[in-house]
C-alpha cells in the first residue's frame, strides 16, 4: 500500500528566508506525486506534480519539488519565503495508470514571522 | 471560468440525523471526487464519481454514499451521524478523473455533530 510521511508538523521560518519542506513516500512502483497547499478556510490548490522526466519540478508561486527514488523523496522547496505563503502543505502520492485516488500525508503548517 | 463550489460552507447537525452536501464542479469537468478532512486522519479519500457512476471508493462504512446527476453535479450524504463525523468535506473536480488531470478543489463543507 503507498503512504506519504511529512516529518514536520509545524515549520517556522522569516519572511525572505528559503523553505523545504519533507517529503518521503512508500510506493512499489513508480509514484505519481503531487504537493498541494490549503490556505485557511480554503480548499486544496496544486502547486506542481511529478510523473516522470526530469526529477525538478517547478510549480506555481515559485515553488519547486525534486524526486529523489534514492531517498524515497519530494521535497518542497521555495527560495524566498512570503508572509502569503503562511498556510498548510500537503504532499500526495497516487498510483500510476489509472484514477486519480491518492493518499495525502499528514500536512506540514507553515507559519512565516515579519 | 468558475471554481468547483460547495453547498453549504457550514452545517450542524446532532447526532442520528442524515445530511446531503452539494458539490458544482467546473463546468466541462465529468470526475468529481468527495474527501473527509479531519485533524485525527487528515485527508481521506471517499469515492469518486464519473459519468454518473460511482467508479472508486475509499474506506469509509456504507453510512457515506453519494450521487452524481446528468450535469456532472454531486450530492454526498451520511447517514446516522456520529460525533466522529464532524470534519470539512472537501470535494474536488477533473476533466476526466485520471491521475494526469489537475484536480480542482472546492472550499469544502464544514460539517459539525453535536
Known amino acids: 500500500a503507498q503512504s506519504v510521511t511529512q516529518p514536520d508538523i509545524h515549520i517556522t521560518v522569516s519572511e525572505g528566508a528559503s523553505l523545504e519542506l519533507r517529503c518521503n513516500y512508500s510506493?512499489?512502483?513508480?509514484?505519481?506525486l503531487f504537493w498541494y497547499v490549503q490556505s485557511p478556510g480554503q480548499g486544496l490548490q496544486l502547486l506542481l506534480k511529478y510523473f516522470s522526466g526530469d526529477t525538478l519540478v517547478q510549480g506555481i508561486k515559485g515553488f519547486e519539488a525534486e524526486f529523489k527514488r534514492s531517498q524515497s523523496s519530494f521535497n518542497l522547496r521555495k527560495p524566498s519565503v512570503h508572509w502569503s505563503d503562511a498556510a498548510e502543505y500537503f504532499c500526495?502520492?497516487?498510483?500510476?495508470?489509472?484514477?486519480?485516488?491518492?493518499?495525502f500525508g499528514r500536512g506540514t503548517s507553515l507559519i512565516v514571522h515579519p | 471560468k468558475a471554481g468547483v463550489t460547495q453547498t453549504p460552507r457550514y452545517l450542524i447537525k446532532t447526532r442520528g440525523q442524515q445530511v446531503t452536501l452539494s458539490c458544482s464542479p467546473i463546468s466541462g469537468h465529468r470526475s468529481v471526487s468527495w474527501y473527509q478532512q479531519t485533524p485525527g486522519q487528515g485527508l481521506q479519500f471517499l469515492f469518486e464519481?464519473?459519468?454518473?457512476?460511482?467508479?472508486n471508493k475509499g474506506n469509509f462504512p456504507g453510512r457515506f454514499s453519494g450521487r452524481q446527476f446528468s450535469n456532472s453535479r454531486s450530492e454526498m450524504n451520511v447517514s446516522t451521524l456520529e460525533l466522529g463525523d464532524s470534519a470539512l468535506y472537501l470535494c474536488?473536480?477533473?476533466?476526466?478523473?485520471?491521475?494526469?488531470?489537475?484536480?480542482?478543489f472546492g472550499p469544502g463543507t464544514r460539517l459539525t455533530v453535536l
Open positions: 464519481y464519473f459519468s454518473e457512476t460511482q467508479r
Open positions: 474536488a473536480s477533473s476533466l476526466m478523473g485520471q491521475i494526469t488531470d489537475t484536480q480542482y
Open positions: 500526495a502520492v497516487g498510483a500510476a495508470g489509472g484514477s486519480y485516488i491518492p493518499t
Open positions: 510506493y512499489g512502483a513508480t509514484p505519481y
